[in-house]
């Protein structure tokens, strides 16, 4: 099996003002210390820069929550890639299952966005998962197939050799429901062979798989002990310093 280096990657969604999200980001980097995973924060637009210069130089990595495909335009209330990068971005979140929802995002949009990122030299971490309904009628692995196809379709292995996945079943986002480790090792079993059906044996094997979806403390350690599990995207958890380092201190 390929070593992967562990990604814990917290996303703030719409909560903490700029004077808030420093606070909990100058907490969160001396909680964290040293560590040799990649750990990564994606609070709102407004208080990137300033996180930004809080973590600097540390273990922390910023990320963005989401982007636009254009470089500049007449786009009211977009951002892109550019901005995010000068913003002080490495990562960008794209495809979260809350902007499917409830902004109309399509695995088409979500094509471009990630074309985009990729040409700016950003990292996206592309989400895909499957609603509670969609399981239930046993749709679960022809969901994310479509998802996968559509959202990636069209790239080189080439280009995709830094793109990061989150699997989040929509049913355990903020519901308290977690996916068993076996569901979530299942899961990211498939998004890898399909990955290597795909692109070759190489980039599946290299690519990052992250669980997203109530990961806490407590239940961290025995998602990651699964083959496939490379990581978690965190939101709710990620919100407290203390909560997010302890997942990032997991024992494996």
Not at 43 to 67: F, M, R
Not at 116 to 127: D, R, Y
Request: glycine share 8%; hydrophobic share 40%.
């Amino acid at each position: 099996m390929a070593h992967r280096k562990p990604f814990i990657a917290g996303n703030w969604k719409m909560f903490k003002t700029v004077s808030e999200a420093v606070k909990t980001a100058e907490q969160l980097v001396k909680r964290i210390g040293e560590t040799d995973i990649d750990v990564m924060i994606a609070p709102t637009y407004t208080a990137l820069v300033s996180v930004s210069d809080v973590i600097k130089g540390t273990p922390v990595s910023l990320g963005a929550q989401n982007l636009f495909w254009e470089k500049e335009g007449a786009y009211t209330g977009e951002i892109s890639p550019a901005m995010l990068v000068s913003a002080g971005c490495k990562y960008v979140i794209i495809g979260h299952s809350e902007r499917r929802q409830y902004f109309g995002e399509t695995d088409e949009t979500v094509n471009k966005k990630i074309r985009a990122a990729i040409q700016s030299e950003l990292i996206p971490v592309f989400c895909v998962g499957e609603t509670e309904k969609e399981r239930e009628s046993e749709l679960t692995f022809s969901v994310l197939d479509k998802q996968l196809q559509k959202g990636l379709e069209g790239f080189s292995s080439d280009e995709l050799e830094t793109l990061v996945m989150a699997y989040e079943p929509v049913w355990a986002i903020g519901t308290g429901k977690t996916a068993t480790r076996h569901q979530a090792q299942e899961v990211h079993q498939y998004l890898r062979e399909k990955l290597e059906e795909s692109y070759g044996n190489i980039l599946a094997n290299s690519i990052r798989i992250l669980y997203g979806g109530s990961v806490k403390p407590d239940n961290i350690s025995e998602l990651m002990v699964m083959d496939d599990v490379d990581g978690a995207l965190v939101g709710g958890a990620s919100l407290s310093s203390e909560t997010l380092s302890k997942i990032v201190h997991f024992k494996k």
